[in-house]
């Protein structure tokens, strides 16, 4: 069944363009709602990765690379179409070949079941002695695969089927991250890396708890992996928004505080990792009071979004045939300041100044300040 949503939902998402196209509905809400469900869908689509391979609330280090696996080349290609305003896609890419993978994956569960995610066959067929590297690697597996599981008591015996996908995955994603890097650096200079700020500054946190927080991480697995969606989804809609109505990115997210706050307090140690039930200094409470804040606070700007595209547009959100009777338009005039103008069906026209910052042209990437 889930193999199976993922490869509806693929074709859907390649068809609403055209869709969109072809009866002449083509609108920015149509691009954030297109791009915004992608977003979401990635942390998602991860978990059902983590559900297919079996992968528990003992594995935090792989729950959060599968994560980032995915979350990585879907900021760094939205940051890049934030730049030079196209979207491009490497030859294998997450909203074609990627979610075919992950529905592979769920098929391959349903027929062979979890525990073949769990052997050794890719390893023995690939890195161990008589296999294609014939050993050369063996080394390096071992020190990845203790980054997965404790095995001090075992022994190493090989990467699992399901670390060796999740490597895999790392590996393309932070392959293609620095190639966006480089294209994107060599064009609009090294102040464009500001923009990354947001999403590095996620990953250390994600990572940080994850190293100090190990119990609080284990027993709100769930919930952590909400708030990294979350928060991952607002800074990628955030970029959506600067790139469609040409204004500048502000690296400094609102949202991204209580993070840092929680990062730093976990290293210095003033939050417990055991679960205390009197305690408001408790790990796992922090992280629910902050799962409740991130969805607040991105649910009300998301309507205020909505609503603010629709009433400029004229536009209906979920109403691609009725007209409003009000629009709004902006026009420059003199000091700087913007004009919005609304017109009523009726003919007659309301002004009211809307005070802006005045437009400049950024050196870095030519864009307007609004």
């Given at each position: 069944m889930?193999?199976?949503?993922?490869?509806?939902?693929?074709?859907?998402?390649?068809?609403?363009?055209?869709?969109?196209?072809?009866?002449?509905?083509?609108?920015?809400?149509?691009m954030?709602?297109?791009?915004g469900?992608?977003?979401?869908?990635?942390?998602?689509?991860?978990?059902?990765?983590?559900?297919?391979?079996?992968?528990?609330v003992?594995?935090?280090f792989?729950?959060?690379?599968?994560?980032?696996s995915?979350?990585?080349p879907?900021?760094?290609?939205?940051?890049?179409?934030?730049?030079t305003?196209?979207?491009?896609?490497?030859v294998i890419?997450?909203?074609?070949?990627?979610?075919?993978?992950?529905?592979?994956?769920?098929?391959?569960?349903?027929?062979?079941?979890v525990e073949?995610?769990?052997?050794y066959?890719?390893?023995?067929?690939?890195?161990?002695?008589?296999?294609?590297?014939?050993?050369?690697?063996?080394?390096?597996?071992?020190?990845?695969?203790?980054?997965f599981?404790?095995?001090?008591?075992?022994?190493?015996?090989g990467?699992?089927?399901?670390?060796?996908?999740?490597?895999?995955?790392?590996?393309?994603a932070?392959?293609?991250?620095?190639?966006?890097?480089?294209?994107?650096?060599k064009?609009?200079?090294?102040?464009?890396?500001l923009?990354?700020?947001?999403?590095?500054?996620?990953?250390?946190?994600?990572?940080?708890v994850?190293?100090?927080?190990?119990?609080?991480?284990?027993?709100?697995?769930?919930?952590?992996?909400?708030?990294?969606?979350?928060?991952?989804v607002?800074?990628?809609?955030?970029?959506?928004?600067?790139?469609?109505?040409?204004?500048d990115?502000?690296?400094?997210?609102?949202?991204l505080?209580?993070?840092v706050?929680?990062a730093?307090?976990?290293?210095?140690?003033?939050l417990?990792d055991?679960?205390?039930?009197?305690?408001?200094?408790?790990?796992?409470?922090?992280v629910?009071?902050?799962?409740?804040?991130?969805l607040?606070?991105v649910?009300?700007?998301?309507?205020?979004?909505?609503?603010?595209?629709?009433?400029?547009?004229?536009?209906y959100c979920?109403?691609?045939?009725?007209?409003?009777?009000?629009?709004?338009?902006?026009?420059?005039?003199k000091?700087?300041?913007?004009?919005?103008t609304?017109?009523?069906?009726?003919?007659?026209?309301?002004e009211?100044?809307?005070?802006?910052?005045k437009?400049?042209?950024?050196s870095s990437r030519g864009?307007?300040?609004?």
């Open positions: 889930n193999g199976s949503c993922m490869l509806i939902y693929q074709t859907l998402d390649n068809m609403d363009g055209k869709q969109a196209r072809r009866t002449g509905s083509s609108s920015p809400l149509g954030l709602f297109d791009h469900c992608d977003a979401i869908n990635s942390p998602l689509g991860s978990i059902n990765w983590c559900v297919a391979m079996g992968i528990g003992n594995q935090p792989a729950v959060l690379w599968t994560l980032i995915s979350a990585i879907f900021y760094f290609s939205t940051w890049e179409e934030y730049y305003g196209a979207l491009v896609l490497p890419n997450g909203p074609s070949e990627g979610l075919i993978l992950g529905a592979s994956v769920s098929f391959f569960t349903g027929v062979f079941g073949a995610w769990h052997g066959a890719g390893y023995d067929a690939v890195f161990a002695e008589g296999g294609v590297t014939g050993g050369v690697f063996a080394e390096h597996a071992e020190f990845v695969g203790g980054l599981e404790d095995q001090s008591g075992s022994g190493f015996r990467l699992k089927n399901y670390q060796l996908l999740i490597c895999l995955a790392a590996f393309c932070i392959q293609e991250a620095i190639l966006k890097c480089a294209s994107v650096v064009t609009y200079g090294v102040k464009s890396l923009n990354l700020l947001p999403f590095v500054t996620l990953l250390t946190c994600a990572l940080t994850g190293v100090y927080l190990p119990n609080s991480m284990t027993v709100n697995l769930r919930s952590f992996m909400f708030l990294f969606g979350i928060l991952f607002e800074q990628v809609t955030a970029l959506m928004l600067a790139h469609m109505t040409l204004c990115m502000m690296p400094m997210r609102v949202i505080f209580p993070a706050l929680v730093i307090c976990s290293y210095c140690g003033l417990s055991n679960v205390d039930p009197t305690s408001w200094l408790d790990g796992t409470k922090v629910l009071m902050y799962l409740g804040f991130a607040t606070f649910g009300f700007k998301f309507i205020v979004v909505i609503s603010e595209i629709t009433e400029c547009l004229g536009i979920f109403d691609i045939m009725t007209k409003r009777g009000d629009t709004v338009e902006y026009v420059k005039i000091g700087g300041k913007a004009k919005a609304t017109k009523a069906a009726s003919g007659g026209a309301e009211k100044k809307v005070t802006t910052r437009a400049t042209r950024s864009r307007k300040r609004a």
